[in-house]
């Protein structure tokens, strides 16, 4: 009998650190994660994506977040796509992390964003899940670099780059709500910069995960 993973080889990729697991969000896990955005991410007056999700009313936010995360999975062609990662610490929701791609075998390069549940933040977490993406790209989809941004003000996301070894590489500005401008931090790791962190990180089908991400 076919299982879920045999129709949709990308619910199979796992990535372990020390401390996380990372695996794509499934329709089981949507209660979890919005409890977890429910929870707070971020200080109401500080706004840090691009779009501001998550200023929405709880039961908005819920459908809006459920909607947006089917609608990347119709979106997966060989070399684009979004990757969106559920983070996990002792079997508990904590996080996303997504990985980005737009014409991989062209561009080589994939993009990231991320966020954490309040009290999961500020304990190496935002770290150890960029390095898991990082690692599962470079040693796995012959990544030749990573781009990010973050807010000018946004020194926990900064610090998780800084410390994996990106570079600055410009500033925009973005808007995320009517009249509040943002300074968005561009930055970029070339492979030969990644400062690899000193355990290994454990990747469960990758193989399945290539054909679907790579597949000319
Ligand atoms: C951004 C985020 C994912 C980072 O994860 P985190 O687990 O909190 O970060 P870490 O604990 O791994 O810290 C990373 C680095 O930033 C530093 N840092 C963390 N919080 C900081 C703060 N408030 N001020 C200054 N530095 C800080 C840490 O010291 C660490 O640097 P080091 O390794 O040199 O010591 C998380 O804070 C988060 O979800 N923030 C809200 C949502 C968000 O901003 N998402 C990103 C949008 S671009």
């Given at each position: 009998m ?5 129709v949709?080889p990308?619910?199979?990729l ?11 969000m499934r329709?089981?896990?949507?209660p ?5 955005v ?5 200080p109401?007056?500080?706004m ?5 999700w998550?200023d929405?009313?709880?039961?908005q936010l819920?459908r809006d977040?459920a909607k ?12 684009t ?5 559920v983070v ?8 996303m992390?997504d ?7 062209r561009t ?6 991320s966020w954490?549940t309040r ?11 960029r390095?898991a993406?990082l ?8 990544v030749?670099?990573?781009e990010?941004?973050a807010?000018?003000w946004?020194e926990s ?6 410390r994996l070894g990106?570079?600055?590489?410009g500033?925009?500005?973005v808007e995320p709500?009517?009249g509040?401008?943002?300074?968005m931090q561009k930055?970029?790791?070339?492979r030969e ?12 089908g990758?193989?399945?995960?290539q054909?679907?991400?790579l597949?000319p």
């Open positions: 076919l299982t879920l993973d045999d949709w990308l619910f199979g796992r990535l372990r650190t020390p401390r996380l697991e990372l695996r794509l329709d089981d896990d949507l979890a994660v919005v409890e977890a429910l929870a707070g991410i971020h109401a007056d500080r840090p994506f691009d779009s501001p998550t929405a009313e709880p039961e819920a977040f947006y995360h089917w609608h990347l999975r119709t979106t997966v062609q060989p070399g796509w979004t990757l969106d990662f996990l610490h002792e079997g508990r929701v904590i996080g992390q990985v980005r791609a737009e014409n991989l075998a080589k390069t994939i993009s990231s964003g954490l009290s999961a933040q500020g304990q190496g977490f935002g770290t150890e899940m390095a993406i690692l599962f790209a470079f040693d796995h989809l012959a030749e670099a990573a990010s941004s807010a000018t946004n996301s900064l610090g998780v780059s800084h990106y570079l600055d590489d500033q925009t500005e709500r009517p509040e401008r943002n300074t930055l970029r790791l070339e910069n990644f400062a690899r962190p000193d355990w290994s990180l454990d990747v469960h990758a193989a399945a995960a054909a679907e991400l597949r």
